[in-house]
């Protein structure tokens, strides 16, 4: 079985849930190939439709699985390969977008939703949830002192690891900093994730006291998974899938919107040190859901 994965950015940064369920799925015998769309907006999708249609005509796919609602709305300029489409947060949650992830998920063979909160706020049909899966030998409990050390951390600091950039807007930096500001604790320190490979992120994750992420929308946000496959205490707004996975978790809080409540919640967090997170997040092992996402295959193949 031979499978297109088409998905935005260039060969150099395909995201890595994709690529890393894309590996997951050769390990199963599935042939991958990739068609990366580097340009942004519905005007640049559009750009590529020729090129989409040349690829498909050398590479000779038996399937293309589209992942974001803007590339399989891309897919459906083509009708030679069936197309499954996998939905991951910002194609349902902005509405201009989902307008056109919409129209793709009519003409798809089968769509994929990283969470129930997607699949009920798209109206969905012919859809299935599967989250993205984690790497579990990357993201492992490792001892916080040494992590810090391979980081170059202060080994008596207090370290509290944000979701993303402090630049990415969507991740919403300026609560996250209100609210570690009202702590009004000079040992504190915000981390960026910025720049760092993914062995980094986890060290990072090891180092860290906490994870905190205050998005105001999300799938199923691999960020809180791999802090909690690395057994690190999470803070996080209610978005996504993210309170069923942290919910019954102790030493995980789940917070408003309100800087005064985040600062309480970290507060808490920052006493926890370890938790039993890692037991928690198994089910998402890449391995069975790069299994769920062949099954899908299978069934659109017949």
Known sequence: ??????????????????????????????????????????????????RLKQKIALS??????????????????????????????????????????????RFSAFNIFVSEKLLHKSGGRKGAVIPCGIDMDTFYPQDRLEARRKMNLDPHGKYILFASSFS???????????????????????????????????????????????????????????????????VSTDVGDVKANIGQVEGCFITTFEAEDIKTKIGAALKVGKINGREHVERFNLGFIAGEVLNIYKKVLG
């Open 1 to 50: 079985m031979k499978v297109l994965i088409v998905c935005s950015g260039n060969k150099k940064d395909i995201s890595p849930f994709i690529r890393e369920q894309s590996l997951s799925l050769e390990r199963l015998g599935v042939e991958i190939d990739f068609f990366p769309v580097d340009k942004g907006g519905i005007s640049g999708y559009r750009k590529n439709i020729g």
């Open 168 to 234: 990415n807007k969507d991740k919403n930096a300026p609560l996250a900093k209100e609210a570690v500001a009202l702590l009004n604790d000079p040992e504190v320190t915000l981390l960026e994730l910025k720049g760092y490979s993914r062995e980094e992120v986890a060290l990072l994750m090891n180092a860290a006291d906490l994870a905190l992420m205050t998005s105001p929308n999300e799938g199923s946000p691999q960020f809180i998974k791999e802090a909690m496959a690395c057994n690190c205490p999470v």
């Open 60 to 105: 000779k796919p038996d399937l293309i699985h589209a992942h974001y609602g803007l590339s399989g709305f891309l897919c459906i300029f083509q009708r030679k390969v069936p197309f499954v489409l996998s939905l991951h947060g910002s194609d349902i949650n902005i509405p201009w977008v989902r307008a056109f992830s919409k129209i793709a998920m």
